[in-house]
Each structure stands twice: as C-alpha cells, then as structure tokens.
C-alpha cells in the first residue's frame, strides 16, 4: 500500500524557532484520518532554527530517528 500526502496537505506547526509539517496527527494538530500506519506513529518534516531545539526529553517505547 503507498500513501503520497503533498506538504500542503499536511498539518503545520510554526514554534518561531521551529517550522514542522506532521504527516500523522501530532500535538495541537489532529486528524483522525491520518493517525499513523501500522507501528508508525509520528513523521515530520522539520527545520529547526540552529543554536534552538528541544530539551532533552524521553520517548517511552519510541525510537526517534
């Protein structure tokens, strides 16, 4: 099976110092059409600002790659 969803069609976070686009819902964005595939559960397409980023933080039962 082959899902193609255009950038544009994404969900879209703008932190300032983060620009993301969720394949899948992820934080404030929710779509229960597109909830992940199989064990895939988060794929975004991020630009981080550079010197910014996330505090180091946990994923239970996550690998991030």
Known sequence: MQFIRKSTDRGVADL??????????????YDPDHMGVSELRVI???IVQ???GFATHGHK?????
């Open 16 to 29: 300032g110092w983060l620009h993301s686009r969720h394949s899948f819902s992820f934080g404030e964005y």
């Open 50 to 52: 550079p010197g910014k």
């Open 44 to 46: 975004n397409d991020e």
């Open 61 to 65: 039962d996550m690998d991030p790659i």
